[in-house]
């Protein structure tokens, strides 16, 4: 079967075209994609926690997290679950992109990043794994103390256990139907001073993590989350007005629709991933106006500040907004 041909990337959009140059199964479920510019050429720096956009041949674009060596300057890693819900990007990636096939890459972003510690508590569930992988390899360079908790469903579907293998006692994998859910309490000990601790997986998990860390000092605990948190009711059901700063154009936003997708109906296309608020793709700074923040991004500081929103799902507080567009 001939794959559709790239699509195109949004107006403005800040994608490179690369190719897919591997495709392996790590896992039940769970392969990796290796990608590479198809002339060769040196790929953009990331960092621990980072994530690139995947615009697919199908025109739909998914986020994925970077698992590989980030010292390698001309390939990168992706590990991709084949989810049972899917909305149609990791069935294709599974069972339709081959290698030589071209796709479209935004980024690398990092709204995950490690901070520097002498000590880390990393927990991973499931696919969560991946952008904690090269966190732990990074502690490991840096000569810092750090412990890994990783739990799945079964052994069979956790990936990179051999990779993980070679640090011995520090990783604890724990699949569920050998040791039952995972010991946070055990594993976390009780609060003190000077550890990092960061959590990728399903909601249940991260739910559990935080309260486990619920008296642990300010910013002690760092998750990403794979699915936005009810935000709730909005805090204006009033359409608003939306001003973009560089043409001086205005956007009339109505209850029924994002603001993502009011700026799309006038022409100005955001590049997006997730459309929940997860990703940081729609990241777009606020030059004046209180967004009201649905994201599960920014913590309180951030929201407090008001410089920027995710459009895909923040709203506005107020009559307007004035956007850097």
């Keep these: 079967m001939t794959a559709p041909p790239p699509a195109p990337a949004p107006e403005g959009a800040d994608v490179a075209m690369l190719r897919v140059t591997g495709k392996q199964l790590q896992a039940d479920g769970v392969l990796t994609l290796e990608l590479a510019s198809p002339s060769g050429a040196r790929l953009r720096d990331w960092t621990p926690g980072s994530h690139i956009d995947l615009v697919l041949p199908t025109g739909l674009t998914r986020q994925y997290s970077l698992c590989g060596d980030r010292w390698d300057p001309t ?3 992706v590990g991709v679950l084949l ?3 899917s909305r149609g990007g990791s069935t294709y990636v599974h069972e339709q992109l081959q290698v030589g096939d071209l796709v479209g890459a935004g980024g690398p972003r990092n709204n995950f990043p490690l901070v520097p510690s002498e000590r880390y508590l990393f927990v991973a ?9 090269p966190m732990v390899h990074q502690a490991e360079l840096l000569g810092a103390d750090w412990r890994l908790l990783y739990g799945g469903r079964r052994r069979g579907s956790m990936a990179f256990l051999d990779e993980l293998a070679g640090y011995g006692d520090r990783v604890q994998v724990r699949p569920q139907d050998e040791f039952g859910l995972l010991d946070l309490p055990g594993f976390l000990g ?19 993590v935080e309260r486990a860390c619920a008296y642990w000092p300010p910013h002690a605990l760092r998750v990403e989350r794979f699915v936005a948190e009810d935000a ?13 700063a560089r043409t001086g154009t205005t956007v009339t936003v109505t209850p029924d629709v994002t603001v993502l997708e009011a700026l799309s109906r006038v022409g100005v296309e955001i590049l997006s991933s997730c459309r929940r608020g997860v990703c940081g793709t729609c990241e777009t700074t606020v030059l004046a106006g209180r967004p009201d923040h649905r994201d599960a991004l920014l913590d309180d500081d951030e929201r407090a500040a008001d410089d920027c929103m995710y459009v895909c799902v923040s709203r506005s507080r107020d009559e307007r907004l004035v956007l850097d567009l």
């Design 75 to 77: 390939t990168y890693r």
């Design 83 to 85: 989810e049972p819900e």
């Design 125 to 133: 569930g499931g696919i969560g794994i991946t952008p904690i992988l």
């Design 190 to 208: 009780e609060p003190r001073e000077g550890v990092r601790v960061y959590a990728c997986g399903p909601a249940p998990l991260l739910a559990a």
């Design 232 to 244: 709730g009711a909005p805090a204006r059901v009033a359409p608003f007005e939306v001003e973009l």
